[in-house]
């Protein structure tokens, strides 16, 4: 049987807060199913989101969403 997680267990499993969750499930980043007003995720899912997401960094270097800071004078 399949691990079901809340968007709370998910926001601690990527370690980000819970209102992230609900932003990326919207935007559908994260893959997520609506029961009446709850959302549920399938771990394998966010674990696979995750796995994905490294493999194609480490492939292919930094993201490109994210920039280097420079330094201010």
């Not at 267990?9 to 980043?29: P, S």
């Not at 009446?36 to 899912?45: A, L, N, P, Q, T």
């Amino acid at each position: 049987m399949q691990e079901i997680l809340t968007p709370s267990q998910v926001a601690a499993l990527l370690q980000i807060h819970v209102k992230t969750v609900y932003r990326l499930t919207e935007e559908g980043v994260i893959p997520g199913n609506r029961i009446g007003r709850s959302w549920r995720f399938r771990k394998m899912d966010i674990l696979d989101l995750v796995s994905n997401k490294q493999r194609k960094q480490s492939k292919y270097g930094k993201s490109p969403g994210l920039k280097k800071r420079l330094p201010t004078s």
